[in-house]
């Protein structure tokens, strides 16, 4: 029996598994030690299930149990890998490469950082302006002066700038039409100064996969230390840190059916990776993040790590049977419908298309009983449409035209067949309420059209 | 965001979907917005030699609201004057919506609609009556 409404928002979050929920139940009730007790059956009882929740999460990514550090999620991870690398290798360099389809958690990350260092040389510039001009110069009077004397190029001033900031400087790279990043673009930004290269694994919007790989072999060619936020990826495709030669690695366990606000950040022991901390304290997680660990999520995110693992193929070949299902049925019987991104290199369970004419707010809107999302601006309380259908060239309003669909393990073909079924009739109705649609019909070209925008 | 019960109501029945024949001297046509800002509306008006608005018609892409909009004016403008229609203004369709601060501009499309649609029924009959 087909129960409503249908979760086909797999990429935002995931349903906690059953069977990791019972792993979970004894450590919100009896067993509620604090895995830093040292002295008693509790603090040990804890902490032996923190320990084996680390090797689960371990063996799911190829790395040793050493490796791990547990962190309140992804957005926690990218943060700390990103900023603790620039803080820990200062004298190294400042420069980070990332891309422009990225998450927020890395790119917001790398903003601030910017601004930091933005900051940080202006409070230089003044001191060095003060000096020349022999007098207190205040902050109103920099880009004046600045220009008068000339500033980016004095000597002193240039000197201090090149001293550590405290902040980076940051290249967001574009992608290819297709959403991944071009190997050769990505050796041609690295400067002597890179000291981090931060690509994700698989895309949260159109579910593209990265050439990992290959990328962790440049970096470590070039020295680079590379950061991948696998959040998307990791349990739904092969992901080995030793294999594709990463460094370290953003994980989540709420995008696995395991519990929300428990993630991991992998950091690479041979060769050693450092980091300086975000979160000082009573030392938890060997320094790199202090804070009385939550046992119970850390062991819910282990019983769904080693679920992913023993389940990945099986579950890959179910989701991308399921994902074509859908793909063909809507393409097959919907003209004017449109895949954004690669489906070549794609997350089995991601499926991302534009339908031509039709609002994707108004599309979800109509198909209330299934959860999926959109990159339509209608959505999103900035009223810009998705930046990553941007950056992969996809025009605007088709960007405000699409749908993501995210299968996961607990959809069935019969959902599938019904959200087909569903989503045919209902752009239909809408392209017949669409006076683009109708133009379009009429064989007027819409991009001839002086519109009224504002 | 929840939507208001009225917006789902005008969403789910919408009054007045449709085209007008645009080469009808009586039929004023206005279609303002833009694809790449996600919200285009076409609202059409058959309007009497006398400058009674006898008819509606209206095809949006936009989101919910703003489909919602279209329709709730193509069912105030029937049988109101031309001046008497365009004294509607967003503010009153955003009101009788309750729509949320983030979806006003979708109202504000409605009001351009109507004022636009006027603006070239008029424009027809200026150069009809010339001689
Ligand atoms: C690619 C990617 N990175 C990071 C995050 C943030 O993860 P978390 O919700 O665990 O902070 C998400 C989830 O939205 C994501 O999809
Ligand atoms: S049309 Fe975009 S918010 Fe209404």
């Known amino acids: 029996m087909l129960k409503l409404p249908i979760y086909m928002d797999n990429h935002a979050t995931t349903p906690l598994d059953p069977r990791v929920l019972e792993t979970m139940m004894p450590y919100l009730r009896e067993d509620f030690g604090n895995a830093a007790s040292r002295n008693h059956a509790f603090g040990w009882k804890a902490e032996a299930a923190v320990e084996k929740a680390r090797k689960q999460v371990a063996e799911l990514i190829g790395a040793s149990d050493k490796e791990i550090v547990f962190t309140s999620g992804a957005t926690e991870s990218d943060n700390l890998a990103i900023k603790g690398v620039l803080e820990f290798y200062k004298s190294k360099g400042d420069h980070i490469i990332t891309l422009k389809t990225e998450h927020k958690a890395v790119l917001d990350t790398c903003k601030r950082l910017e601004r930091v260092r933005q900051e940080r040389l202006d409070e230089l510039k003044l001191l060095r302006l003060s000096q020349l001009a022999d007098r207190d110069v205040q902050p109103e009077e920099l880009a004046e002066l600045a220009s008068r004397h000339d500033i980016e190029n004095d000597p002193t001033y240039r000197k201090w700038a090149e001293l550590p900031t405290g902040g980076a400087r940051v290249t967001y790279l574009d992608v290819e039409a297709d959403g991944r990043v071009s190997l050769e673009k990505l050796a041609a930004a690295m400067t002597p100064r890179t000291v981090l290269v931060s690509i994700m694994f698989a895309n949260n919007e159109i579910g593209v996969l990265q050439p990992v790989a290959e990328i962790g072999k440049l970096c470590r060619e070039k020295g680079v230390l590379f950061h991948c936020d696998a959040v998307q990826g990791i349990g739904k495709v092969p992901f080995d840190v030793e294999a594709m030669r990463v460094d370290l690695a953003s994980i989540t366990s709420h995008k696995m059916y395991g519990p929300k606000g428990v993630g991991a950040l992998y950091v690479r022991r041979k060769p050693r990776v450092r980091l300086a901390p975000l979160v000082d304290g009573g030392g938890h997680e060997r320094g790199m993040r202090s804070g009385t660990l939550n046992v119970a999520a850390i062991v819910g995110f282990g019983a769904a790590a080693e679920l992913a693992r023993t389940e990945l193929e099986a579950e890959a070949q179910r989701l991308t049977r399921l994902r074509e299902r859908l793909r063909t049925g809507i393409m097959e019987q919907l003209d004017m419908t449109v895949v954004n991104g690669s489906l070549e290199h794609r997350l089995p369970g991601n499926l991302n298309i534009s339908f031509s004419y039709v609002e994707g707010e108004a599309l979800m809107m109509a198909i209330k009983d299934v959860a999926v999302s959109s990159g339509s601006a209608c959505t999103s309380a900035s009223l810009e449409p998705s930046y990553v259908l941007r950056a992969v060239g996809v025009e605007e309003d088709m960007a405000h035209s699409s749908i993501r669909f995210g299968l996961g393990r607990f959809n069935t073909e019969e959902e599938v067949d019904y959200v087909i079924r569903l989503m045919v009739d209902k752009v239909r109705k809408l392209r017949e309420m669409s006076p683009l649609y109708e133009m379009a019909k009429e064989g007027i070209d819409l991009k001839s059209i002086e519109w009224t925008a504002h | ?131």
């Open chain 2, 1 to 131: 965001m929840a939507y208001s019960d009225k917006v789902i109501e005008h969403y789910e029945n919408p009054r007045n979907v449709g085209t007008l024949d645009k080469n009808d001297p009586n039929v004023g046509t206005g279609l303002v917005g833009a694809p790449a800002c996600g919200d285009v509306m076409r609202l059409q008006l058959k309007i009497t030699d006398e400058g009674v608005i006898e008819d509606a018609r209206f095809k949006t892409f936009g989101c919910g609201s703003a489909i919602a909009s279209s329709s709730l004016v193509t069912e105030w403008v029937k049988g109101k004057t031309v001046d008497q229609a365009m004294t509607i203004s967003n503010k009153d369709v955003a009101r009788e919506l309750a729509l949320p601060p983030v979806k006003i501009h979708c109202s504000v499309l409605a009001e351009d609609a109507i004022k636009a649609a006027i603006e070239d029924f008029k424009k027809k009959r200026a150069t009809r009556q010339q001689p």
